[in-house]
């Protein structure tokens, strides 16, 4: 799997680099860099200080590479049970986080609305019903259901890729699931007609009174998601250089619209498409180039009104399931016409999610960045409020009962992208303590990554003895250093659970600070994250201690 291309200047390739914060998904089997330079090993500070004695020296021969001689390093692994210290090194000073944050994020939401909460989504009837007539409105109430069943399999689960449809516009190689992303919206349709209506003489709307979308949680979370808010646009190569480019789109809603002037150019060439989009988002047209050897690619644009696209999905749904709406799909979502409340509303459809132990497996397994934010406003929803803001007092009420040190977490969003997000080593380790101890521990530990097999440590560790044996999440935030030409890693991060066996799962947390790459090659950042996989493959694989 290729990350994105490195031929381009610095300031063209950094805007990809920095929006994923997965880089660990994009590296291959085993430690890459230069050869060892005779730069020290860390040496104790007056924050927790560092203990490298018993460390397997291929741990210490990556931390001595020139890319980290200005960098900090921190390192913690401990017993299962008694928290004992097997490694240490800086636990109690502030790193950044990345993506590793979502393990507070994703823990907050799961305990507070149980591992098998579920989400239902109702539709009521609201007005006068005359045989299978309704004089008034269908009003479909959001519950911030992730995927209203856009991801999910027949047997419940819920359906992933390595490298996820969210950041198609950062990397090359993001899939698509084969689930349909409206099969929520259908299913609803479906029981509407059950209900023994098929004519609606009024309109649909969906009620997005759950919580207010919060733009400083980027991306923004809205109560009712569908398909990510997401238009999934895949570019096939002609039959022949010269040929239009094949395109196929979904989800297919009114009023967009998407049309594409790609061309087909030789094999070998290059391959860039742009997106534009215009009228709210809903007119996207795709141009470029595809070489005729490439596999085809996938780009996406957002949905600019969650609330108004879901109505015109439900819309034509409906139409397709035989009930009939006098109401034109591509018109606004009139919130106006919504009731104070639906007493006397008869529900007559309803969705429910999988288990919210499906969705955080997801958001962990492809740091799923709009999952993780939304896990702040459904914390909120659960103390009655509806500004996402008030997700946070619940998250630290959790911490505090986890026995976590919250005062070695900052956090001002659930993805551990906001550039004030530090976390210690020891907060981290002490959230992955916590679960051990709830009887979810097993199904937190395998929501996670797993090296060489799955989620964003796929493509890590192949071949090597500790495949199969790390669950763990990665981070990384890199940024531009443009006095130097080359990329400055602020964090690169990784952190979950070693198995040791006979049942023994080792919280650990690696991670290094202030490194940096020779150029402007984001192949030299995957570098770095291949040397945090293999750092955790060989805490794995050292001896028990005595």
């Known amino acids: 799997m290729n990350g994105p291309n490195p031929s381009g200047p610095l300031r063209r390739g950094l805007a990809a680099a920095c929006a994923a914060l997965l880089f660990v998904a994009l590296a291959s089997g085993s430690a890459t860099g230069a050869a060892p330079s005779p730069t020290p090993t860390p040496t104790p500070s007056s924050s927790g200080g560092a203990d490298t004695g018993g460390l397997d020296p291929r741990i210490t021969e990556i931390m001595r590479k020139p890319e980290y001689r200005n960098a900090q390093w921190g390192l913690l692994q401990t017993g299962p049970d008694d928290g004992r210290v097997v490694h240490s ?49 269908l009003d479909l109430v959001a519950q911030g259901d992730l995927t209203m069943g856009g991801r999910t399999r027949p047997d419940g689960t819920v359906a992933y890729t390595d490298l996820d449809h969210t950041y198609a516009n950062d990397f090359t190689g993001a899939t698509l699931t084969p689930e349909n992303p409206l099969a929520g919206i259908d299913e609803l349709a479906r029981q509407v007609r059950a209900s023994g209506i098929t004519r609606v003489d009024g309109d649909v709307i969906v ?18 998601i569908i398909n990510d ?42 391959t860039d498409i742009t997106v534009t989009a215009t009228d709210g988002g809903t007119r996207i047209r795709l141009s470029g180039t595809i070489a005729a050897d490439a596999q085809p690619l996938l780009r996406t644009s957002p949905v ?45 459809a309803a969705y429910t999610s999988p288990p919210y132990a499906q969705y955080a497996k997801l958001i962990l397994k492809v ?49 551990g992208g906001n550039p004030a997000d530090r976390a210690t080593p020891a907060a981290l380790v002490q959230m992955l303590a916590y679960w051990q101890r709830t009887p979810d521990a097993r199904l937190f530990r395998e929501a996670l ?48 659970y070693l198995d040791r066996g006979g049942g023994r799962f080792d ?23 291949n040397d945090l996989a293999m750092i955790a493959a060989y805490l794995q694989e050292a001896p028990p201690a005595p």
């Open 367 to 415: 740091s799923h960045n709009l999952g993780a934010n939304l896990g702040i406003c459904l914390m909120a929803v659960t103390a009655g409020s509806r500004q996402c803001e008030d997700g946070f007092p619940v998250l630290a009420d959790f911490l505090d009962e986890a026995g976590v040190d919250r005062e070695q977490l900052q956090l001002a969003d659930g993805r």
């Open 507 to 529: 919280p650990f947390y690696a991670g290094v600070n202030g490194a940096s790459t020779p150029g402007p090659d984001t192949q030299d950042v995957v570098a770095i994250a």
């Open 304 to 348: 600019t009104d969650p609330a108004a696209f879901g109505r015109a999905a439900l819309i034509q749904a409906l139409g397709r399931a035989g009930v009939e709406v006098t109401a034109d799909p591509a018109g606004p979502n009139p919130v106006a016409r919504l009731p104070r409340d639906y007493d006397g509303s008869p529900r007559v």
């Open 229 to 270: 808010n997401l238009i999934d646009l895949l570019s096939t190569p002609g039959d022949r250089a010269g040929a239009a480019a094949r395109l196929d789109w979904r989800p297919k809603v009114a009023p967009y619209q998407v049309s594409s002037t790609v061309k087909t150019v030789a094999a070998g060439k290059p």
């Open 89 to 137: 090194m800086y636990p109690d000073q502030f790193f950044v986080p990345g993506s590793t944050a979502k393990l507070v994020s994703v823990s907050g939401p799961w305990h507070t609305l149980g591992s098998e909460h579920r989400f239902v989504t109702p539709v009521h009837a609201v007005g006068d019903r005359s045989g299978a007539t309704l004089t008034g409105d």
């Open 449 to 496: 990554p797993v090296l060489g097999v799955d989620g964003l440590l796929a493509l890590n560790c192949r071949d090597c003895p500790a495949r199969g044996k790390v669950f763990a999440k990665t981070g990384a935030a890199v940024g531009g250093d443009y006095l130097n030409d080359r990329l400055a890693v602020g964090a690169i991060t990784i952190a979950g």
């Open 207 to 224: 009620d997005s009174r759950l919580f207010a979308p919060d733009p400083v949680l980027d991306p923004t979370p809205t109560p009712l």
